[in-house]
């Protein structure tokens, strides 16, 4: 595809915690162009959300006056608008229907995806961004299944027909830094290469020793104490450990994961590739382009595009 001939028809908008990124997308769902900045809704104040746009994606506006739809936690109550959470299940057409119209003192026309909410096991979950990468996924045939979203907070996400039905968050990510940081277990850890031995030997550990990761923890600290891992591996065993425990969970409740796609920043999903491994399941991993997907399939089904 020839994307220099490429004709603009929208304006995708992916904010998050800690980065953006935008895409000039074509006609047919095609990036022409994309643009990114560490500059995430935390990292600069509330009433400069429209500023930092227009410095990234000033020309794109003004040259071609589309329709710009945003997803991602810039549409949270710290983000530019909050808008309300969908209920399950939920495609395309719903989140269409759920856009919050925005007109920005620019003059441009924002579209905010809306987030999505679940229930169980007695309170309420949430996501914000995840529900437009999966749209976006099934573009590329992924239409079906379990997708595992890894990150500060990881999703485990279900699908059937296009249409996303429920979901769990773990707070995995964030717990690794809070205890590497903020505990007695970072103190023996010092920096070095990835050791996939260590990594593995936690997976392990968390796969087989789910409902006991308290005590399990204890072992970051005196494994490497008592000389049975390097101090230098003791951060990916812990790091096994965790993950190995959220896929432990997820594996009990729930029943049938079917095909297992993996959507998320490369080094992260290596790890999650190896725990789903040793766990006795494949998977596959969706495109990196696929939040640009979404976005151009819920404004197509919304009658922004053509």
């Known amino acids: 595809m020839n994307l220099a001939a490429s004709k603009p028809a929208l304006i995708g908008v ?3 915690t800690s980065s953006l990124r935008a895409f000039l997308i074509g006609t047919q769902g095609e990036v022409i162009e994309g643009v990114s900045s560490s500059e995430g809704i935390m990292q600069i104040s509330k009433n400069s959300f429209e500023a930092v746009l227009n410095r990234l994606i000033g020309p794109w506006i003004a040259k071609n006056a589309l329709p710009i739809l945003a997803s991602g936690m810039i549409t949270s109550r710290n983000g530019w608008v909050e808008t309300p959470y969908a209920d399950m299940p939920l495609d395309a057409k719903g989140l269409a229907r759920a856009l919050v119209p925005h007109q920005a003192e620019s003059g441009a026309h924002i579209h905010f995806v809306t987030g999505a909410s679940t229930e169980d096991f007695g309170g309420p979950d949430v996501m914000r961004g995840e529900e437009t990468q999966i749209i976006g996924a099934s573009a590329f045939g992924f239409k079906d299944g ?3 979203m890894p990150g500060t907070h990881s999703k485990w996400v279900k699908v059937a027909q296009e249409k996303i039905l429920d979901f769990s968050t773990y707070m995995t990510g964030e717990i690794f830094a809070a205890l ?13 290469n990835f050791s996939k031995e260590a990594f593995e030997m936690g997976v392990q550990a968390g796969l087989k020793g789910q409902s006991n990761l308290l005590h399990n923890l204890f072992h970051v600290r005196t494994l490497p104490l008592m000389g049975k891992i390097p101090k230098g591996a003791t951060a990916d065993y812990m790091s096994g450990l965790l993950i190995g425990t ?13 095909p297992i796609t993996i959507i998320g920043r490369d080094d992260l999903s290596d790890r999650y590739e190896t725990a789903l491994h040793a766990a006795g399941f494949k998977s596959c991993r969706a495109p990196d382009d696929i939040v640009a997907k979404g976005h151009f399939l819920i404004a197509r089904a919304a009658g922004l595009i053509g």
């Open 180 to 192: 590497k940081k903020h505990t007695i277990l970072g103190t023996l850890m010092e920096a070095d």
């Open 246 to 258: 959220e896929v432990a969970a997820v594996i009990a409740d729930v029943k049938d994961l079917g």
């Open 14 to 16: 992916d904010w998050g």
């Open 146 to 148: 379990v997708f595992v």
